[in-house]
């Protein structure tokens, strides 16, 4: 798997995918979750809020209930 961790690319790619974790990725390359974090963090990369799971949970939050 080599150290593909470590190239932003690929990183930003898996991280901001929102059935990707630091705790996966750093499974799937056989390091620490602290090591994802120190390159996600150099990287400055974000996970978007706004993605599937995170919208599907807003639209329940303002859905009124209607009998």
Known sequence: MGERYKRLNWL????????WTQTKIADEC???????????TKY???KSRHGP???????????????
């Open 30 to 40: 056989d390091v620490s979750v602290r090591t994802i974090g120190n390159w996600v």
């Open 53 to 67: 799971k995170w919208l599907t949970g807003q639209i329940r939050q303002r859905t009124p209930f209607t009998a």
């Open 12 to 19: 930003q790619n898996v991280y901001v995918d929102p059935d």
């Open 44 to 46: 400055e990369i974000r």
